[in-house]
């Protein structure tokens, strides 16, 4: 991975979360979520990068019902791209996680 992994990760951690605050704030999520994902940043920060790495192939893969051999070779490219544009697709696989977290929420609030 690129010298400025570390940095361009924690510019996308403060982005991410300043997302999630703003839905809580729109109430369009609970804010258990922010607070789940604030720990879960932490806990990560506190891995080898690659234990963190291992993790997020096995996260893929099961989100995407792959092996994790498979997860690894489509996670590759990406990781292979510039960082301004890998940061462009970390932003709207974020988004798109948000939308999905709006939903349940939404959803739950039905019940």
Do not use: C
Request: charged share 30%; aromatic share 6%; glycine share 6%.
């Amino acid at each position: 991975m690129p010298s400025e992994y570390p940095d361009e990760m924690e510019a996308f951690e403060r982005w991410l979360l300043r997302r999630v605050a703003q839905a809580v704030e729109g109430g369009e999520v609970s804010v258990a979520l922010l607070a789940e994902l604030r720990a879960e940043i932490e806990a990560a920060r506190e891995l080898p990068q690659e234990v963190g790495h291992a993790a997020a192939v096995r996260q893929i893969a099961d989100l995407a019902g792959v092996s994790e051999t498979q997860a690894a070779e489509s996670l590759a490219p990406i990781e292979a791209l510039p960082s301004v544009t890998r940061e462009l697709l970390m932003r709207r696989f974020a988004e798109a996680w948000l939308e999905g977290q709006r939903k349940a929420y939404r959803e739950q609030g039905d019940s």
